[in-house]
């Protein structure tokens, strides 16, 4: 067990709708880190927060937007979802920005659009 | 942008024996980190071992290791007395070496399905 948990584990919805995954990352952790994992793409990394600001992006779609609250969960939001949507979506969490640090994934939350 | 490739979709191993999983990847940066992580069919990602591209010694955890060739670029792993428990897909991963900076992510290869033949 990593210490950082996904909600929910599993996702089934329809093209068009509109979903939002959340993670809480491990005690103390500042850094959170959204991946994408799909048959297509491989894993690929999605976005990246520190304390609640966005820092990095990478290949995420303009449909999809995340957040990181006070509390420091975050949630990704994921709309217009379409059938190449489907992935298993996991988040990462590290005590700091600095790469020096390990990250540590969740279990992930499979989404399966229909 | 940095790319990083392993060139076998799938490997088998014995029971008992040695298997050695190839990475290699491509970048211009002089420090950074080497991964690799195992994803067994419960979709977990467990990190199995780390290198620091600054250590020229190459990293050991238990069972497993690594070959390290910066000047190559290629960081293989090696799984000695290979175990049923070690059937997993494995992914090789690079991330810049970046303090204070913006870019910490992970950038991963395809994967290499690993069988455990009892």
């Known amino acids: 067990d990593s210490g950082v948990t996904q909600t929910p584990k599993h996702l089934i919805t329809a093209t068009g709708q509109r979903v939002t995954l959340r993670c809480s990352p491990r005690s103390g952790d500042l850094s959170v880190y959204w991946y994408q994992q799909s048959l297509d793409q491989g894993l690929q990394f999605l976005i990246q927060y520190y304390n609640g600001e966005e820092r990095a992006k990478g290949n995420i779609l303009e449909r999809f937007s995340a957040q990181q609250f006070p509390d420091l969960h975050s949630e990704l939001n994921l709309s217009s979802l379409e059938l190449g949507d489907s992935a298993l979506y996991f988040c990462?969490?590290?005590?700091?920005?600095?790469?020096?640090?390990?990250?540590?994934f969740g279990p992930g939350t499979r989404l399966t659009v229909t | 942008a940095q790319t990083v490739t392993q060139s076998q979709p799938e490997m088998s191993v014995q029971e008992a024996e040695t298997v050695t999983l190839s990475c290699t990847y491509d970048t211009s940066e002089s420090d950074y980190y080497l991964f690799w992580y195992k994803q067994p069919p419960s979709r977990q990602m467990i990190l199995v071992i780390r290198?620091?591209?600054?250590?020229?010694q190459n990293a050991t955890e238990n069972r497993f290791s690594v070959n390290f060739q910066k000047a190559a670029k290629s960081f293989s792993l090696k799984i000695s007395d290979s175990q049923l428990g070690d059937a997993a897909m494995y992914f090789c991963?690079?991330?810049?070496?970046?303090?204070?900076?913006?870019?910490?992510?992970?950038?991963f290869g395809k994967g290499t399905k690993l069988s455990v033949k009892p």
């Open positions: 991963a690079y991330r810049s070496a970046w303090y204070g900076g913006s870019q910490g992510n992970l950038i």
């Open positions: 290198q620091e591209a600054y250590k020229q």
């Open positions: 990462a969490s590290s005590p700091r920005r600095d790469s020096h640090y390990e990250q540590y």
